[in-house]
């Protein structure tokens, strides 16, 4: 059976409107592991509630952690979480999930039982051979190159050197877990850039943050010294990269978006947006109620290199597809292996529409064309699911196949969707 379509809704007029977004996927997996491996018990907060951070939750606890909720609301949910011994013999589900299929075997490497992976049909199909052989190279047993594959640990640790350039994920997930390897561990980069930078920054400073000893001062080297991980009581972040198709939504209609809690300081790529969306024509200023982005003024296409912030692409392309001038968007050719190929979803999906899309080696050129209603196909990504709806406030008629993918990381999407367009009318 074929997914549900939904109509994507057409901006009633510019819209107005305060979003509050629940919290980052990113610093929520990150906290949730940490938490599981530290050296006592630990509470994460305001932790995002979605599919991604539900496998992960499901994942420590099946190789030994305890994880209880409280407060589980609309802002997030609070995990008070006990660390218990690694143990083997468990069956881990990764679904789709980049942060759960990377950053989970690293910490099963450290059971000496045999632990098992797999995920969505898709996720076969995503990069993890460099960080498989990277946990062989340091002492674990690894069946496979790809989903689905075995690890049995016990791992010892050390240096070894890999070719990150399909994922940062490959180096934060031997850098999350390598305080508990007995010989911590030095990874090296070997071969084209490693894109999302800021997502291992983001890994060093919650490490650093946790009291893990953790020297990057060499590009494309990092080194995890042993030691124990502290147990904390944090906060996690509002999810910055959801921010996007919201503060596209101000653009698209002419009108002003708030995102309340936005930090001042964040190793969240998302915090780009500050700087990208003015130059497509936005203005954007920190209020005392968040950071609000106003549109008004014209749409304009962008020439952007986005491979530290690959994660923005989709909204970008639907804004890139509605405005005034052609666009650019570069250094994104990892985004082929992320939940499907988005050069290639976007492509097809927006000329679908009618667009001008064109993959390059390493992005997309795109010429807006007049669009016309249509089915914009989601292949299960969270983030084609909201760029159809970006680009459904201005074009009659756009279907989003299975908008119920958006429970990736923001299972709340179309209703958030719904009251940001009621408000203010
Ligand atoms: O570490 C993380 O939390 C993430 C890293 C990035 O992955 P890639 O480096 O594979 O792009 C990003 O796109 C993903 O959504 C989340
Ligand atoms: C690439 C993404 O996710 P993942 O963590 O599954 O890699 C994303 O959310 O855009």
Not at 8 to 35: D, F, Q, Y
Request: aromatic content about 4%.
């Amino acid at each position: 059976m074929s997914a549900p379509l939904w109509p994507a809704p057409v901006a009633p007029g510019p819209v107005e409107a305060t979003v509050r977004l629940p919290g980052s996927k990113s610093v929520t997996n990150r906290a949730l592991l940490l938490a599981a491996l530290a050296d006592g018990p630990g509470t994460v907060r305001r932790a995002l509630r979605s599919r991604d951070a539900d496998l992960m939750v499901a994942a420590l606890r099946s190789l030994g952690a305890e994880l209880t909720p409280s407060d589980d609301g609309p802002s997030g949910v609070d995990w008070h979480v006990v660390p218990g011994p690694v143990r083997g013999g468990a069956s881990i589900d990764v679904g789709l999930a980049g942060t759960v299929m990377r950053f989970v075997p690293p910490v099963a490497a450290l059971a000496d039982g045999e632990v098992a992976f797999d995920g969505d049909p898709h996720a076969r199909k995503r990069p993890m051979g460099p960080i498989l052989a990277a946990l062989r190279s340091l002492g674990a047993e690894v069946t496979g190159d790809a989903l689905p594959f075995t690890i049995r640990g016990p791992i010892t640790g050390g240096e070894v050197t890999l070719d990150a350039s399909a994922s940062s994920q490959l180096v934060s997930g031997l850098l999350l877990a390598a305080g508990r390897y007995p010989k911590g561990v030095t990874v090296r980069h070997n071969g084209p850039p490693v894109p999302s930078m800021p997502h291992i920054e983001m890994t060093v400073q919650m490490l650093r943050a946790a009291g893990v000893a953790v020297d990057d001062s060499e590009p494309d080297v990092w080194k995890v010294e042993p030691g124990p991980i502290s147990a904390r009581d944090l906060t996690v972040e509002p999810d910055l990269s959801n921010a996007a198709p919201f503060l596209a939504a101000a653009m698209v209609t002419g009108g002003g978006v708030t995102i309340p809690g936005w930090p001042e300081e964040t190793t969240q790529g998302g915090d780009a947006l500050r700087e990208l969306l003015p130059r497509m024509g936005a203005t954007v200023a920190r209020t005392s109620e968040g950071l609000r982005v106003t549109g008004g003024g014209r749409l304009e296409g962008i020439d952007a290199d986005l491979r530290d912030v690959g994660e923005l692409t989709p909204t970008i392309a639907a804004l890139a597809a509605l405005a005034g001038s052609p666009s650019r968007l570069r250094g994104i050719a990892h985004l082929r292996g992320h939940e499907t190929d988005r050069l290639a979803a976007l492509a097809t999906e927006i000329n679908g529409l009618g667009g001008d899309v064109t993959e390059t080696d390493d992005g997309l050129a795109i010429t807006p064309r007049p669009l016309r209603a249509g089915v914009f196909h989601t292949y299960a990504d969270h983030r084609m699911a909201t760029a159809g709806a970006v680009i459904g406030l201005a074009v009659p008629g756009v279907r989003v196949e299975d908008i119920a993918t958006t429970a990736k990381t923001l299972p709340e999407f179309a209703l958030m969707w719904a009251r940001m367009l009621g408000e203010g009318h």
